[in-house]
């Protein structure tokens, strides 16, 4: 419990015992667990293993490393091994610093400077972390790669490091994943594809990306140059994604006083988007709300899971047939409401809010409300129905998404009739709008020619302000 050694040369001494190592070069009785040979070739000159055996340790982090598992906030960070290294890009292209933080957020962009601090931030909060660099150049073990294995953030490594990694380190192949090429793709492909599409074709429409505020104030907003960014007073968080989701409404609401429609989607969702102009502008914008919806979620009571709801969160519920669930709510890849519903929706929330105008939106405010978003949406409408309010929950078009992008998927596959595919990946995305195109297929779900004159002429109105969120 008093050790504090980063690394251990020689035979271990018994009284170190009871220290938690992560890494070692040697096989022994003691710490079994890692063994490698490394030979001198795979590193730079002078740094490959002594013939004595090296333990490598790691106890700089507090927690047991199953405990640091279930607190992750983020997917992924990118984490350069110097300022001069690179992320192997596509078609053989090199992806400094710069362009990754240009094209995928700064905020979890990270450059070694060789302290404590910059690794854990770099790794803690993660579930996933990119490690671009040359290993060859650095000794053994890069300490980064220590740093992500005692944080439990699985690493992504340079594919010609990761086949020759169990020379390297025997259990290297287990603990990292190699990669061979890398897209970081932002906000750009949604703007490049149907995003552009909706501009051209639908002008009224108004289209803003929405991003919470970086906890460390040194990171530059992300894409804030294209004017279609919105950062929220929100601490970016996957915990904070139910105040991040309200926020935005509330920001569209004193933006837009002659809203008609709001359309919220997911950054990975290929939208056919004349279809569902076409669709919203046959319905009625009054206490509407349509999409994809859940009728019988249950909210997880387990503290340790990311969506841990506490019953201050989401009172227990006695549903007599289903127990404790959570109301009926729009599954958050994409679903469209009703101005006087995102109006009364937003009165809800904020009367909680000017009750604590001063209480910062963070992970603190976050866990009193219901986790994730959508159910917190979800329970916020439900309350309004308690108390009278009649709504129109619409959710007869669920045959038009697709929760998996696949043709052969045996749930909410894809079929020629799907306007809103979710999880889609950038080369598909691009991939999908290219043959839209070249079908002709933007008003594929179009039911006649009366449907699509309605939604030109809807949009063609100014008083009435299509907005796409």
Request: charged share 20%.
């Amino acid at each position: 419990p008093g050790c504090h050694v980063l690394y251990v040369s020689g035979q271990m001494s018994p009284e170190l015992n009871s220290v938690h190592g992560v890494l070692s070069e040697a096989e022994d009785a003691l710490l079994p667990v890692f063994s490698a040979s490394v030979p001198d070739q795979d590193f730079a000159p002078g740094t490959a293993s002594p013939k004595s055996p090296r333990r490598f340790y790691f106890d700089a982090v507090p927690e047991f490393p199953a405990a640091v598992a279930f607190k992750k906030k983020y997917v992924l960070s990118v984490y350069f091994l110097s300022p001069e290294s690179y992320c192997p890009g596509a078609n053989n292209t090199q992806l400094s610093p710069k362009m990754v933080k240009r094209d995928f957020s700064a905020q979890h962009v990270y450059i070694e400077d060789g302290t404590h601090e910059t690794r854990e931030a770099a790794f803690k909060h993660y579930h996933f972390t990119m490690l671009c660099g040359d290993f060859s150049s650095s000794s053994f073990p890069p300490l980064p790669l220590v740093y992500s294995l005692a944080y439990v953030a699985h690493a992504m490594v340079p594919e010609f490091i990761h086949w020759k990694s169990s020379r390297m380190f025997f259990h290297l192949p287990d603990a990292a994943q190699g990669v061979r090429s890398t897209a970081f793709a932002g906000l750009e492909v949604v703007r490049e594809t149907w995003g552009r599409g909706l501009a051209g074709k639908a002008p009224a429409v108004v289209q803003r990306f929405f991003v919470g505020k970086a906890a460390n104030s040194s990171h530059a907003l992300h894409d804030s140059s294209v004017g279609d960014v919105v950062e929220l007073p929100v601490v970016e968080s996957y915990r904070t994604l139910n105040i991040k989701a309200l926020s935005m409404l509330s920001w569209a609401h004193r933006r837009y006083p002659n809203l008609q429609w709001l359309v919220r989607h997911d950054d990975d969702v290929y939208l056919r988007a004349p279809a569902l102009l076409a669709q919203l502008a046959s319905r009625p914008p009054i206490r509407y709300l349509w999409g994809m919806f859940d009728h019988g979620s249950s909210p997880v009571r387990d503290p340790a899971h990311q969506h841990y709801n506490s019953y201050e969160q989401f009172p227990k519920q006695d549903h007599p047939a289903w127990g404790d669930i959570f109301p009926p709510y729009a599954r958050g890849l994409l679903w469209a409401m009703s101005a006087d519903l995102v109006a009364a929706t937003v009165k809800e929330f904020m009367a909680d809010r000017e009750e604590q105008p001063d209480v910062p939106l963070d992970e603190a405010a976050a866990d009193h409300l219901p986790h994730p978003d959508d159910p917190a949406v979800g329970v916020l409408i439900a309350g309004l129905v308690q108390r009278g309010m009649s709504i129109n929950l619409d959710d007869r078009d669920f045959n038009s998404f697709s929760l998996n992008p696949s043709c052969n998927s045996t749930f909410s596959n894809i079929h020629n009739r799907t306007w809103v595919v979710h999880h889609v990946q950038p080369e598909t995305m691009r991939c999908m709008w290219d043959l839209d195109n070249a079908e002709e297929a933007k008003q594929i779900s179009s039911q006649n020619s009366d449907t699509c004159e309605q939604i030109r002429n809807s949009i063609g109105q100014p008083e009435k302000q299509l907005d796409v969120v």
